[in-house]
């Protein structure tokens, strides 16, 4: 029996398979079939018609057209029982963790007040009923699918986050019982919190490490496999993109912020602003 990849066998597009979210829309052979797959990705199955039968280690899922799917990545196997007339069609979405983990950071706040109501559990297999919000926005996809031209990262990280918090105003316990899969995840997860959070702090290399319970060496190494650049670099990138958005948008003035960027003098700051950006700070407000 033949083992499927998924979605690595459904693409040839080796540029598409770079993004961490991936929207195909899928139509079963014309014939019944019982196969192996591994899913390499998360996914979200939209069905559209048909029904197939996923046999998971610990749980058998019948998807059908009455609702969505959530399928963590793992090994599965697929039953289609395909009845006389009936295809089976859906749009599915493959997303994976560093997505997953986006979504979580970007409503950390909404996310965290939300555990703090009650105990969540872990269920990488969850089903929702279609509703009026769900068909439209199926519908959406199909239009986008349909139009021929290329859907753009934004676009499909638009529409991920469009159905994700639905889910999760609606549905926020079962939603947040969806995992990352693997436990360097989640702590890859812990270490965005905690640096993402503190990018103006002045909180120190040492005590983010501290806060994430790893020693030093071990958090610059994962540092730079998740951000992929060494912390110093992108704390200045990070640093330099604020500083100019306050100053060209916020109309603030250099001497009044440097110290919020842990300069100790204005000449310092406007230094390493002009070489990061080629210009001063004076420079590039006129």
Known sequence: ????HLPQDIFSDNQLMADDIIFHPYKAPAHSFRG???LHRNAIS???SGTKTMHF?????RI?????HFLSMGNCMVTMELAQGVTVESILIFFDNKALGDFHLRFKERIEGLRRKGEIGVEPFLAFKKDGFINSYI?????LLQSGLPVSGEMKRLKFEEVMLYLLEKYPSALLAFPLSKNRDLEDLEIRKAVET?????????ELAFICNLSLSTFKRRFIAIYGMAPGKWF???RMEIAKEMIVRGGERPADIYHKFGYETHSSFSQSFKQYFGVSPRELKH
């Open 236 to 238: 200045l990138q990070q």
């Open 1 to 4: 029996m033949d083992i499927h």
């Open 64 to 68: 059908n057209s009455d609702e969505i």
């Open 198 to 206: 503190n990018v103006m702090t002045g909180v120190s290399l040492e």
């Open 46 to 48: 939209l069905v559209l």
């Open 57 to 61: 280690a610990d749980k058998t899922v």
């Open 139 to 143: 519908a959406s996809l199909q239009i």
């Open 36 to 38: 192996k797959c591994i």
